[in-house]
T-cell receptor, first 112, second 115 residues
Framework: NAGVTQTPKFQVLKTGQSMTLQCAQD?????MSWYRQDPGMGLRLIHY???????DQGEVPNGYNVSRSTTEDFPLRLLSAAPSQTSVYFC???????????FGPGTRLTVT | DQQVKQNSPSLSVQEGRISILNCDYT??????FLWYKKYPAEGPTFLIS?????DKNEDGRFTVFLNKSAKHLSLHIVPSQPGDSAVYFC??????????????FGQGTTLQVKP
């Protein structure tokens, strides 16, 4: 099992550009989430999904869109990148039977 | 408003001694707590957890204590090893009618274990 995979590992964007961060899991987990990690702020939830076709907002959803068309994939879209979105992004998955979430290796995004 | 707080940004201990990492929370409805460990350039990995119906959970060198009346939990690492040097995050499961997969994280504490 690859677990949770994220691509790309690094990305530099200019203000106003758009991009999609990819996340995939092969554990057949129903739940998937996106977090961002910023210094002194811990991990903050952006969006999450409890199953294909079902998504909801987390603590910091502004500027991000998600969709969940399959159980395996949960892409995060930045519609118009801003310097405030410079961060490390983590995708995670879990199942209803467990509380523990499994995290991907992260994507480091810089917006100039 | 930070519902899960780790007030110590960093902690330094000597190898072989005990490391105690602390976490406070504000919502008495939290029913499950977790600790994650994170190395640089890697994703967080699950370390240990505790349900609100317990006050202690032990796994090898790691023990988590929960004090519900004080809304406080702590992670004890005994004995500490240099490989334990990492950022440790405390997290709480968002309360609701069932586990929704939402976790609320603290700010993290950077542990340095000196040889």
């Amino acid at each position: 099992n690859a677990g949770v995979t994220q691509t790309p590992k690094f990305q530099v964007l200019k203000t106003g550009q758009s991009m999609t961060l990819q996340c995939a899991q092969d554990m057949n987990h129903e739940y998937m989430s996106w977090y961002r990690q910023d210094p002194g702020m811990g991990l903050r939830l952006i969006h999450y999904s409890v199953g294909a076709g079902i998504t909801d907002q987390g603590e910091v959803p502004n500027g991000y869109n998600v969709s969940r068309s399959t159980t395996e994939d949960f892409p995060l879209r930045l519609l118009s990148a801003a310097p405030s979105q410079t961060s490390v992004y983590f995708c995670a998955s879990s199942s209803p039977e467990i509380y523990e979430q499994y995290f991907g290796p992260g994507t480091r995004l810089t917006v100039t | 408003d930070q519902q899960v707080k780790q007030n110590s940004p960093s902690l330094s201990v000597q190898e072989g001694r005990i490391s105690i990492l602390n976490c406070d929370y504000t919502n008495s409805m939290f029913d499950y707590f977790l600790w994650y460990k994170k190395y640089p350039a890697e994703g967080p990995t699950f370390l240990i957890s505790i349900s609100s119906i317990k006050d202690k959970n032990e796994d090898g060198r790691f023990t988590v204590f929960l004090n519900k009346s004080a809304k406080h939990l702590s992670l004890h690492i005994v004995p500490s090893q240099p490989g334990d040097s990492a950022v440790y995050f405390c997290a709480a499961s968002d309360p609701g009618s069932s586990n929704t997969g939402k976790l609320i994280f603290g700010q993290g504490t950077t542990l340095q274990v000196k040889p």
